[in-house]
């Protein structure tokens, strides 16, 4: 079993950054994929981004060149760092943790950009 718990949420104006963490309750180095999903209010949840124990990301088009996904195994922690935020980034930021055999999903952060 993993628990992921996210913080970092909040609101902020577009164009502005924030910084998402995500803490697991076991030892990353175990965990094949971390990820960030989020969903938007009547839409489906997608991806974000994911990066492998080897360092390999995916972004999603819509995000490319302005969020970056890092990993901290030592401190079983992902991070998502968002800049250049757009209206249409208005979500609920949801962690993943993947291996072969389990998934594993967070509870969620809202994040919301308005002026």
């Known amino acids: 079993q993993v628990k992921l718990v996210e913080s970092g949420g909040g609101l902020v104006q577009p164009g502005g950054s924030l910084r998402l963490s995500c803490a697991a309750s076991?030892?990353?180095?175990?965990?094949?994929?971390l990820g960030w999903f989020r969903q938007a209010p009547g839409k489906e949840r997608d991806l974000v981004a994911t990066?492998?124990?080897?360092?390999?990301?995916v972004y999603a088009d819509s995000v490319k060149g302005r969020f970056t996904i890092s990993r901290d195994n030592a401190k079983s922690t992902v991070y998502l760092e968002m800049t250049n935020l757009k209206r249409e980034d208005t979500a609920v930021y949801y962690c993943?943790?993947?291996?072969?055999?389990?998934?594993?999903w967070g509870q969620g952060t809202q994040v919301t950009v308005s002026s």
């Open positions: 993943n943790a993947r291996t072969v055999l389990e998934n594993y």
């Open positions: 076991r030892s990353t180095f175990s965990i094949n994929i």
């Open positions: 990066i492998s124990n080897g360092g390999r990301t």
